[in-house]
């Protein structure tokens, strides 16, 4: 089983290099594992957004991004399939810790994704946890050392990074900053910083905001190498 598993894997990544946005009509035109695309299918995702269209590919292919798009335009997917792919190519087991964290501005927001993630990510090994304050944090603490794919507001992060002994990100894999100028604008600057600091470099990023303000760049400057930037035209 493991040797299908590791030619499937081998057949995936093999075609990443010839993936064309321009080309991509449904997500079966991506190379995505069965578990993805079952997970995508069984939500009556089928055709993807244009911010998915051209982003999945630059991250399948391990870069970072900077992605300018709109509230409803579909970023909570482009990012998720990649953190899927990432992990299920690696691999990635209960026992190897937090691989993906994704830091979102909002409770509500986080909570969004952990939602889209059990939804179209359920097939997948993978546990996956909300840190987002307004819950107990010894009950937070104790179950961190088994989550693989961590969604959290940067205040709560940043706290289990000082404070908890139990946390560890050495092993992080993908970083996704999600509405990044909101973050911002809500005064987490610092916050960002610091955990951005505290994060192993050679991890893969992929940055999201509505606008492109000074502090955005900033923040990008910090958080990215040679990122490929993706901003899809609107269609009003
Ligand atoms: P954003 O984060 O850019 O504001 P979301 O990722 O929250 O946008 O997506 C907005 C809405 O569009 C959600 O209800 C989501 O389920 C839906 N959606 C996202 N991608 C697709 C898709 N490829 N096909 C159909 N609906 C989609
Ligand atoms: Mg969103």
Known sequence: KSVEEDAAIQ???????????AEIKT?????????????????NYVTPTEIQKQAIGYALQGKDILGAARTGSGKTLAFLIPILENLFCKKWTRLDG??????SPTRELAYQIYEALRKVGHLHDFSAGLIIGGQNLKFERKRMDQINILICTPGRLLQHMDENPLFDCSHLQILVLDEADRCLDMGFETTMNAIIENLPPERQTLLFSATQTKSVKDLA????????YVAPHEQA
């Open 98 to 103: 937090v691989g993906a964290l994704v830091i």
């Open 11 to 21: 057949y995936l990544q093999a075609q990443y290099d010839k993936i064309n946005p």
């Open 27 to 43: 997500f079966k035109d991506f190379p995505l594992s069965q578990k993805t695309l079952k997970g995508l299918k069984e939500n």
């Open 221 to 228: 400057r910090l958080s990215l190498s040679y990122p490929t």
